[in-house]
């Protein structure tokens, strides 16, 4: 290890005890030993192992390591060029204390030399110079025409060729079309929505090389199936899009120059072998003129006379149709404003002009359509509709970031809540949705305009805890409050005759502070939780109802009279961190867990809202585990 390495500002060294959990990090990198030279934040370096994840408050992220360091020594050892087995075993020497040298570098910076790395090895794959059939190779984050957020398009090449650039919500729309069509085929898996953490909407630039790596993955797959590859679908999906990266526009730009020049050239060329020497012209013009001078005068004709004579010369010539040449060029005399009585146009200049119009046309960059803006209400707890105008195309990400600048949320307060469509309910009809209506979560990719329910802006957390962080934030305390009285009045949240009186009766009282009043409701069971409508429990062959919170999922025998029972043996109350597996197929949902008495059971819930009831049992997981400082399985709810 070379100690002039320490002199850099992004370099610096680590010191780690082994912790309870390890040292708390993973590596990865290429197993071969040695390579191509790379720049790595501007200096040249060997292919260097690099820190592909850090156990967040584990011992490395405690002494400084951090995601996309790359490992330049490990205990006084050079690694650089060296190969993944070869930084373990150094790690493993080490035994509980590791000393590192380690380069920090940016998001901005790993996502390129991953894309290096890819493209480095497509060509090893393929064939140096060789391109595969269809390829996702970089993508680009292109700004809202209201200043306000980006979107990221993937940009699709076909043998090298650049086709189109789709978003990943068209992506996703066409894996839904294409199995829609090809039920016969055995579809690899699509690359699903991914959220960062708990609490950011936004992909860094590593998850979205990720993205962008699965997406490839998934469209190579399919497109080595020959239905599939030779169907109309894909040929309307690898279509040219409005959008063209500005990579692309530069190198469209100078082919278009070099053509412009060629054709000059051309031009130019054909100019001088078709011209004449001027001697030659002086010459015949001269002996016209002397042999003219040689023949005795014509007798003079009177104009009269002149007149006949050329008018019986005229008539005596033959009758020639015209030709599809003779027509053009009378259309194209009105088209450049001249006569052809009076002024002879060469056939071949007239093909030139229109050779060089019509390759004009064919380097012309398309131009891109206006975009097209729409006005977007939002339904606030309050009842308060918040307007914004946007692009129409924009994506619910973008959206709910404008819709939280409109309502004036700040700090924690803007991470726990989400936009949501009232299910049922068409806002082309209301303006507002019913009272009864029942609330889906609207995911980050999905295109606002495409949904055609209300948009309502609604708390996304079922951690009881971690709802405090936002009480600084006074107008997140009202929301939370109006919409959790709201779920009383309309039965989405269960409270008995007693509680409901000691609320009302601290709603009433002069001066209350609003965040008492939060307190108190958050001491109810299933607050924070989302309610499902009925569906049907396919083993026992009974409506149930079920409502997911942070701790439990309560699943309620629906009485007589169409209301969920209350009766002890008509609930079956499942903890959280009691579920074993998790697992769907379209509208079925079955999951295996232990229930209050400790008995394993499984069940299988029959619901149009199966999705979503899988989607808020992975967040609850998600957010217990997180409470508790342990990361949850990967596998679970594969």
Known sequence: MDDEDLGYEDVHAVHIDRGNQGFGFNIKGTTATGGNMFAINGR?????????????????????????????????????????????????????????????VDDDEAARLQRAEDSMNRNSKKGKGKAPPIAVNDYNNVPNSNGKGTFTVFNIFTHGEYRTSKRYSELAAFHKELKARFRWNTFP?????????????????????????????????????????????????????????????????????REEANLKKKQER????????????????????????????APKYSEKEEEKEKKKEKESQPQKTPTKLNQTKKQSSNLFDFDDESVSVPQKKIQEEVEDVSIQQKNE????????????????????????????????????????????????????????????????????????????????????HEIKGHLLLRRWLFTKSQEVHAQTCGVAVEFLLKQTLADIEHNKLFCGPKKKKKLATLEHQEDIDPTQVLAYTRKLHMYGGIKFPPCVNKDAEEKVVVTVAGDRVVIQKVDDNGEPSTAEDGITLIEVSGLKKVKRRDDLLALRAED???????????????????????RALEESKWVAGVKAEMNFFQ
């Open 596 to 618: 209050s008495e400790g008995e394993v059971v499984t069940i299988r819930l029959h619901s149009q809202h199966a999705a979503y009831l899988e989607t808020c049992m992975k």
């Open 44 to 104: 040249l370096y060997p292919p260097l192992q690099y820190i592909s994840h850090v156990d967040v408050g584990g011992a490395g992220w405690n002494a400084g390591l951090r995601c996309w360091d790359r490992i330049l020594s490990v205990n006084k050892e050079d690694m650089k060029g060296a190969a993944h087995s070869d930084v373990v075993q150094a790690i493993i020497r080490g035994g509980n204390s590791l000393d590192m040298v380690v380069m920090s």
């Open 189 to 257: 898996p699509f690359p699903p929505k991914k959220m960062n953490g708990l609490l950011s909407s936004t992909l860094s630039p590593g998850e979205l090389e990720e993205r962008r790596h699965g997406l490839e993955v998934y469209l190579q797959k399919v497109f080595n199936v020959d239905d599939i590859r030779d169907s109309d679908n894909f040929t309307k999906f690898l279509k040219p899009s409005t959008y063209v990266p500005p990579k692309i526009k530069r190198e469209r730009e100078n082919n278009r120059k």
């Open 365 to 448: 960059e398309p131009v891109e359509a206006p975009a097209t803006v729409e006005i977007f209400k939002v339904l606030l707890p309050t009842d308060r509709l918040v307007e914004v105008e946007m692009d129409a195309d924009v994506v619910a990400s973008d959206l709910l970031k404008t819709v939280l600048d409109e309502a004036a949320l700040t700090g924690f307060s803007r991470n726990i809540f989400r936009l949501f469509e009232a299910v049922g309910e068409d806002k082309a009809k209301s303006v507002r949705p019913k009272e009864e209506f029942f609330a889906r979560l609207v995911g980050d990719d999905e295109v606002a």
């Open 270 to 297: 054909e100019k001088n072998k078709n011209t004449k020497p001027a001697t030659t012209f002086s010459a015949s013009k001269s002996k016209v003129e002397e042999n003219a001078a040689k023949e005795p005068s």
